[in-house]
Each structure stands twice: as C-alpha cells, then as structure tokens.
C-alpha cells in the first residue's frame, strides 16, 4: 500500500526567514515524489518531482526538496519565505510498479507567511 | 491551469438527482484523471481514463461513472448524488502512464448535495 504523511496541518513562518513543509511516504520499493501547491480557489500546481538521480531536487519559485530514502521523507525547503508562498501544499507519492498512473495524496500542509 | 477547463465552476443539487461535471483539455494528452478533495483526506482518484472509451476505477469509485467518446472530454457523472458527494473535484492530464510523468489538474468543481 502506498500512504503520504504530512504531519503538520499548518505551518507559520516569518516572511525571509526560511521554511520546511514535511512529508513522509510509505511505498515498496522506490518511490516517485511530487510537491503541488494549491492557492485558494486554484487548482493544485506543480512545483517539482524526484525521480531518480540527485537527492537534492530544485523546482518552481525557488522551491527545493530532498529525498531521504533512509528515512523515507521528502521535506520540501525555501530558503527565503515570502507572504506570496501562503498557500496549501501537497506531497505525493507513486510506486514505480504500480499499474496506474494515481498519486497519492497527503491531506495538506497550510502555510502561512507572516510578513 | 495547463489547458484544463471544468464546467460548471459551481453546482448545489438535492439528493437523488443526476449531476455530470465536464473535463475538457486542448493538449491531446493521452491520460485523465478525476480525484475529489475532502479536508482530511487530501486528494483522492475517483476514475481515469487511458483513451477513448478507456477508463478504470480509482480509489474511491462507488456512486461514479465516467465516459471518454473524445480524447479531449472526460465526463463525471454522479447517477443519484448524496450528501456524502459533496466535495470539490479536479480534473487532471498526463501524457503518459510513466510513474514519472507530472500530472496537472483543473481549476475544480465545488459541488454541494442538499
């Protein structure tokens, strides 16, 4: 069975300081990982993916995440907050032998940027 | 929003009536997908399709149908909707099945059963 974790539901930091969103995924064998962004009444966009190669994967709007694969994470980081970035972010996950091409949701992180 | 409209943006229907919501895409991609948002539960797939007149059952199929007669429409019918129905719904495409390939999604739809 494949599940994502996001294991906090809201997230405040202070505008240039910078952020972590967490995520934890459970899968068999290796995982693809996504990182989508919804702003409200938007649908969800697509800021990056790991897929293989270097754990250090770099996305939209200077977003960035590392894959851990010892501790199954895939924590997504911005070094400078901006009030813009306020939004619900979304992990999630696909085995890489799976037959169907779903994602995995986490139920959301709400990130707030306080200026 | 990748080339992705839903249609309608917003509906309030009563228990035990019909609803379709309409998926339209202008980029020919081959793979479409409807999830529905529910807080707690993040997004979870309803139904996808891999072509015309191709379609298979997600996670969370019971009290859907879909249909694909065009490559660029996806249809999602609820046959007699409850108030469990009541969610947002996204569309999304991706070229191909590969695990690697990026899915991206609608703007929604916010149906609200009475």
């Known amino acids: 069975a494949q599940s994502v974790a996001q294991p906090e539901d809201q997230v405040n930091v202070a505008e240039g300081n910078p952020l972590t969103v967490k995520c934890t995924y459970s899968v068999s064998g290796n995982p693809y990982l996504f990182w989508y962004v919804q702003y409200p009444n938007r649908g969800l966009q697509f800021l990056l993916k790991y897929i293989t190669g270097d754990n250090l994967v770099k996305g939209s709007y200077g977003f960035e995440a590392e894959f851990n694969k010892s501790q199954t994470s895939f924590h997504l980081k911005k070094p400078s907050a901006l009030v813009s970035d306020s939004a619900l972010y979304f992990c999630a996950v696909r085995a890489r032998q799976t037959g169907a091409n779903n994602l995995f949701f986490g139920t959301g992180t709400r990130l707030t940027v306080i200026p | 929003d990748a080339g992705i409209t839903q249609s309608p943006r917003h509906k309030v229907t009563e228990t035990g009536t019909p609803v379709t919501l309409r998926c339209h895409q202008t980029e020919n991609h081959r793979y479409m997908y409807w999830y529905r948002q529910d807080p707690g539960h993040g997004l979870r797939l309803i139904h996808y399709s891999y072509g015309v007149k191709d379609t298979d059952k997600g996670e969370v199929s019971d009290g859907y149908s879909v249909s694909r007669s065009k490559t660029e429409d996806f249809l999602l019918t609820l046959e007699s909707a409850t108030s469990s129905q009541t969610s947002v719904y996204f569309c999304?495409?991706?070229?191909?099945?590969?695990?690697?390939?990026?899915?991206?999604f609608g703007p929604g739809t916010r149906l609200t059963v009475l």
């Open positions: 999304a495409i991706s070229l191909d099945r590969a695990g690697t390939d990026t899915q991206y």
